[in-house]
């Protein structure tokens, strides 16, 4: 795959799913903007390995839940690069928690980043991409989004939001070449899901019929098929990454 001389920008870009997708993009040639909030080092991290590896890529922090600073790195990226190619909504938090005890802080934040962010990434891309006449938008969902779960209803609603927000991104940018899409992972090893007890995951691979958690990598797979030129004619659609849990 070449992406030589295309501009990514993977939002929580520093670790665990977005990290991996980073990587793949920066090793197909694309100059990939790895974004992230809190951990300055996980970032230089991912973005030594893409150099490393011979590819080309920048650390950018901003919240993808604050405009203000989401307008500003958008700017700055386009006024460094010039276009924008691909953009990967990775970004996401989880507060988990019953709905009798949910605070609302933690409905909000959820919502902000999970969603309200990918909304703002989307709109930040939207005139450079249609002026382009081309673009690969990519969002980051969950298998929660669809099946629900007890205790995550704030993080469930956020993620099925994306669905609705992409479709109907891919309704309004399909006639100038920009395909909106999907990937739903299922339960994939990262910081995200490293802390949920030994039972609990047990529990949770016993309801995934291949029996395993997925890696970042298996993510980041479905990710490069939907940049590349293989999907230009798949928009509006929800990849699958689970192990069978949700079919
Ligand atoms: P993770 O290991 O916890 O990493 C989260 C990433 O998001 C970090 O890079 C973090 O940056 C960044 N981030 C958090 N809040 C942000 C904000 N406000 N603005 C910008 N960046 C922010 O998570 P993950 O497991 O890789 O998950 C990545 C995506 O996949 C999420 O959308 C998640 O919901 C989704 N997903 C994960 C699983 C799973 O089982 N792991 C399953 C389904 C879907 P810092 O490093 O700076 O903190």
Redesign the pocket.
Known sequence: MNLQGKVAVV?????????EIAVRLGAAGAYVYV?????PD??EATVADIIEAGGRARALP????DTAAVEAAFGAILAEAGRIDILVN????TRDGLLMKMKEADWDEVLD??LK?AYLCMKAVYRPMMKQRGGRIIT?????GFAGNAGQANYAAA?AGLMGLTRSMARELASRGVTVNAV?????D????RDLDEAVKEKIRAEIPMAFLGT?ADVAGAVMFLASDDARYVTGQCLHVNGGMYM
């Open positions: 939002t929580g870009g520093s670790r665990g799913i977005g990290k974004n992230y909030v809190s951990r996980a970032a901003f919240s993808v839940a990775n970004a996401g938090i980043t999970n962010g980051i969902t969950s298998v929660i993620k739903a992972p299922g339960y994939i990262t910081d995200m899901t970042p």
